[in-house]
């Protein structure tokens, strides 16, 4: 089945700056990548996520960016604010499936 | 907006016992699921629900679980013999679609239950 992994597992930045969090994929067929961002006492809540016929994607201080030949995908947060601060979540989804895979999660602290 | 919601919030149990974890998708979804975290693990997919009746699980959900649809608005999600490996978090999640019939087919999680066994 599918194997996504995600790195780097905690990330701290100064607010303003950049976050960047990094995903791998095992599969070829998937074709579909999302972003959960989960913050504390709550459920995974999707951020932005992209599908494998678009190479980029943005909204706003959020942007994914999708390599299918390498097969990692990336979560771009610019301008970071102490809001950003939680636990970020890539998955998968697989071939001929609804159900997701996904990494283990980063924890991003932005400081202020 | 609405939102998937679970109860309860956290469940203590003895092991061997039996659980329940409710949860209520959002009203006009059709495709409901049950994900778990074992503290410190990946969130794993168990179970997907499609017009009462399963349509995928993985090896996790063997015969001591079970889910139902028992009322229009419920999706519950039974543990039958609890054992001590299944203390994690348990998420529902539902989506209106499915992939392959377009639309969106976000899925939406819920808060979670964080089950605890004894």
């Known amino acids: 089945g599918e194997n996504v992994e995600q790195h780097p597992s905690t990330l701290s930045v100064q607010e303003g700056d950049s976050a960047v969090i990094k995903c791998t994929y095992s599969?070829?067929?998937?074709?579909?990548f999302p972003w959960y961002k989960q913050e504390l006492g709550k459920g995974p809540q999707l951020i932005i996520d992209?599908?494998?016929?678009?190479g980029e994607k943005k909204d706003q201080r959020i942007a994914v960016t999708l390599n299918k030949t390498a097969k990692h995908f990336s979560l771009h947060i610019t301008e970071t604010q102490p809001e950003d601060s939680a636990v970020y979540f890539c998955?998968?989804?697989?071939?001929?499936?609804?159900?997701?895979?996904f990494g283990t999660g980063t924890r991003l602290t932005v400081i202020p | 907006e609405p939102e998937v919601t679970q109860t309860p919030s956290h469940q203590v149990t003895q092991m061997g016992q039996e659980v329940i974890l409710r949860c209520v998708p959002i009203?006009?979804?059709?495709?409901f699921y049950w994900y778990r975290q074992i503290l410190g693990q990946k969130v794993e997919f168990l179970v997907s629900?499609?017009?009462?009746?399963?349509?995928?699980k993985s090896e996790i959900f063997d015969d001591q679980f079970s889910v139902e649809r028992p009322d229009g608005s419920n999706f519950t999600l039974k543990i039958r013999s609890t054992k001590l490996e299944d203390s994690a978090m348990y998420f529902c999640?539902?989506?209106?679609?499915?992939?392959?019939?377009?639309?969106?087919?976000?899925?939406?999680f819920g808060p979670g239950t964080r089950l605890t066994v004894l």
């Open positions: 992209i599908r494998s016929n678009v």
């Open positions: 009203s006009n979804h059709l495709y």
């Open positions: 629900f499609y017009n009462n009746e399963i349509s995928e």
């Open positions: 999640a539902s989506s209106y679609r499915k992939r392959t019939r377009g639309g969106s087919d976000t899925q939406y």
């Open positions: 599969d070829s067929a998937s074709n579909y």
């Open positions: 998955a998968a989804r697989g071939p001929g499936a609804n159900n997701l895979f």
